[in-house]
């Protein structure tokens, strides 16, 4: 059963009240949950609550609290990735299996070779947060992503980051697995992953990475999809650097 983000302020003693409408027609109408069945519940100071159903009426659910505690379930860095949105599919799957992985943030960015117009993307980052949300719930996690507004390369990279990983599948300075064993994340750093469009980065971007200093890495020989190269990416900095400050 996943878990359903409710708001500290409904607490009252030992009990919880779920009366928001999309809370509860999942809960009541879609898993059809019943009187002394198990709900799983987090807050927005990530306070984790297991609970038991004690009531069901056409309004609300109400659940007794049996356990809570903080949340771990977040990574221990702020991971975030910026990605030229595909013209497919696939870029649903990237925003659901890129949370269900803890990434922080998703930036879509325009790049010279995007596939998809401007317009297009924009109303469709109100669907992308709400897949983020949907993800959220069925991975426990204890924090939902963003997906912030359309922007750039450009500008993305003037944001405060303490990494900025450029993959490139034909020109790059580093080779992953080089670039991981001598860089290692520290607690609370902020990363930026940058993949591009299906058509990969123009000339012009490329200079751009090398007038700015970009540290841009292969993934190997192999050309892999945008959607391939972001998992591949993210999943190999996360085994690479979880938790490696407390060993």
Not at 109 to 116: E, F, K, L
Not at 238 to 247: D, L, M
Request: negative net charge; proline residues 2%; glycine residues 4%.
């Amino acid at each position: 059963m996943p878990q359903f983000l409710i708001n500290s302020k409904d607490i009252d003693s030992n009990m919880i009240i779920i009366d928001d409408k999309e809370n509860y027609n999942h809960i009541a109408k879609s898993l059809r949950a019943r009187v002394g069945e198990d709900l799983l519940l987090i807050d927005e100071n990530e306070i984790q609550y297991e609970t038991k159903v004690e009531e069901i009426t056409k309004n609300y659910v109400k659940v007794s609290i049996e356990n809570s505690y903080k949340s771990k379930r977040k990574l221990d860095y702020d991971l975030y990735i910026a990605i030229s949105p595909l013209n497919s599919n696939a870029i649903n799957t990237i925003f659901e299996k890129l949370t269900e992985l803890g990434v922080r943030g998703f930036y879509p960015i325009y790049t010279d070779n995007c596939a998809v117009k401007k317009d297009v993307i924009t109303k469709k980052i109100e669907r992308w947060q709400k897949i983020c949300y949907e993800s959220f719930k069925q991975c426990e996690r204890a924090d939902i992503p963003t997906c912030f507004e359309l922007t750039t390369i450009q500008e993305v990279i003037k944001k405060d980051f303490d990494h900025i990983l450029c993959f490139t599948e034909r020109s790059s300075k580093y080779q992953f697995k080089e670039f991981l064993n001598n860089n290692k994340f520290k607690q609370n750093d902020k990363i930026l992953v940058i993949i591009g469009p299906e058509g990969g980065f123009s000339k012009k971007e490329f200079e751009f990475f090398e007038k700015e200093n970009l540290n841009t890495i292969s993934l190997g020989e192999l050309i892999l999809r945008a959607d391939t190269a972001s998992i591949v990416a993210i999943g190999n900095i996360i085994y690479e650097n979880s938790n490696s400050w407390k060993t």
